[in-house]
């Protein structure tokens, strides 16, 4: 018989609809049964409009409910912890909203918890699991980019919209800790998860937002094959949400566009009749409206993913620990603004490979020398630029 689950809900806000919404509207068989918010007539409300049997404003009693089997974690940052250590204690499984923690200290802390207590966990991070990307790095695993080189993740929107974010003690930080979050484990991703993060350069500032935090970040990150990753993120962007992806490899290119431009346009001189999608920043003129915002933003392969694995009692592909790899990477990325220099990416614990090879492209030949590069030109000349392989010397030779 098919299994289903009975799951607590903590958090009512953002990611608890597009959580829920995904969950009711996807197996079918798995239902939010408990749901959690500060609010009271949040949660009443919410519960009404998802059929949700039982709503709660306490967090312990919503995780404790002895009908539900697992707790899916939707609660502002410095929650979590607090959050999966009840979960943990009370031995359900535990599905955790990104980021997995405010630093590497707290989310090795996270880490330990569900370990120590053997209870299923999985990291929500649904950007890895948009439809686009699944495809993309599919075609990776096959070969068709040969090695990766440079892996390029954006998101860009004009900030968030609830006031825990904007507070860098509740948050862990301001946009990185927010945005960059996402593109750090799309970037781990293209560049294999199994390839050590080994150091970074970072550049942040607070340009615009009258906050402590920062609401821009730049950064690069070095991989163990030399491979590396580049990340871009701004809460101060005008013009909705940029989430984009660029990725080089020796044999191929991938260009990926999640959100802004998905083929879908639409023009009113109206009024669009309300939401358009996450963080539009318009409601008439043109618009850029998507089509299944759950399928794209990833939540729908995401639960497919974490819910087949607990059934099977395997890991699913995002775990608690990448979600520990992620914090470590922007821990550095935070001390690399400060001081300014390349900032070493601190990992207590590394599960992957210890032994990589360095990218190396095959090198090939043409009349006896190393050929460099072929370009065909404009008067339809060939032009071979060839090093010499006793001398070094390079030349030009047309053909
Ligand atoms: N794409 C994504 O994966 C994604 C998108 C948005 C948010 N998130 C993450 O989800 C979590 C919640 O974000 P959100 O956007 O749903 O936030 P939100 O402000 O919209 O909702 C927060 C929810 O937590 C409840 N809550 C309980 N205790 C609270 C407290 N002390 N302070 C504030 N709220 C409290 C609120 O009642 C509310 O139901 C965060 O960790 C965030 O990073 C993930």
Redesign the pocket.
């Known amino acids: 018989m098919e299994k289903s689950h009975k799951i607590t809900m903590l ?6 609809l597009f959580y829920t919404m995904t969950l009711h509207g996807q197996r079918k068989r798995d239902r939010v049964h408990v749901i959690h ?3 009271e007539e ?1 949660a009443k409300n919410f519960a009404a409009e998802w059929k949700i049997p039982k709503w709660t404003t306490k967090l312990a009693e919503a995780i404790n409910d002895p009908e539900t089997d697992g707790v899916v974690i ?4 410095h ?2 912890e607090e959050a999966v250590s009840l979960a943990a204690k009370a031995g359900k499984a535990i599905l955790c ?3 997995l923690a405010r630093n590497a200290a707290e989310a090795k802390r996270i880490l330990d918890i569900v370990e120590k207590a053997g209870v299923f966990h999985g990291y ?1 991070e ?1 950007l890895v699991y948009t439809p686009k990307m699944l495809k993309s790095l599919n075609a990776i695993q096959k070969g068709v980019l040969g090695q990766i080189l440079w892996a390029r993740s954006r998101e860009t929107h004009p900030g968030p ?2 006031a ?1 974010f904007w507070d860098a003690k509740e948050a862990g930080g301001g946009a990185m800790i ?1 945005l960059a979050c996402h593109c750090v484990e799309i970037i781990r991703n293209y560049v294999g998860k199994d390839i050590r993060p080994v150091e970074v350069m970072c550049w942040a500032d607070t340009l615009v937002h009258p906050i402590e935090a920062e609401d821009h970040g730049i950064a690069l990150i070095k991989f163990a094959t030399g491979a590396v990753g580049q990340f871009e993120v701004s809460w101060a962007f005008r013009g909705g949400m940029d989430l984009r992806d660029e990725v080089s490899g020796t044999q191929g290119t991938l260009w990926l566009n999640h959100f802004l431009r998905t083929g879908f346009e639409m023009f009113t001189s109206g009024e669009s009749g309300g939401y358009v999608a996450e963080k539009s920043e318009r409601e008439s003129g043109w618009l850029f409206p998507v089509g299944d915002e759950v399928n794209e ?1 990833g939540y729908v392969h995401m639960f497919a993913d974490m819910l087949d694995a607990w059934d099977s009692a395997k890991a699913p592909r995002e775990t608690f620990y990448d979600g520990y790899v992620v914090n470590a990477i922007l821990d550095a990325c935070y001390k690399s603004a400060r001081t300014k220099l390349w900032e070493p990416v601190e990992l207590e614990v590394w599960r992957g490979a210890t032994r990589v090879e360095k990218i190396k492209a095959p090198t090939q030949e043409f009349e006896g020398q190393i050929l460099i590069k072929r370009e065909r030109m404009p008067d339809g000349v060939t032009k071979y630029i060839l090093k010499d392989k006793k001398s070094g010397q390079i030349t030009n030779v047309m053909k």
């Open positions: 958090g009512a806000g953002l990611i608890g918010s500060r609010s949040r939707g609660l502002p940052n929650l979590h909203t990104k980021p929500l649904d919209h609830s825990w927010d933003l």
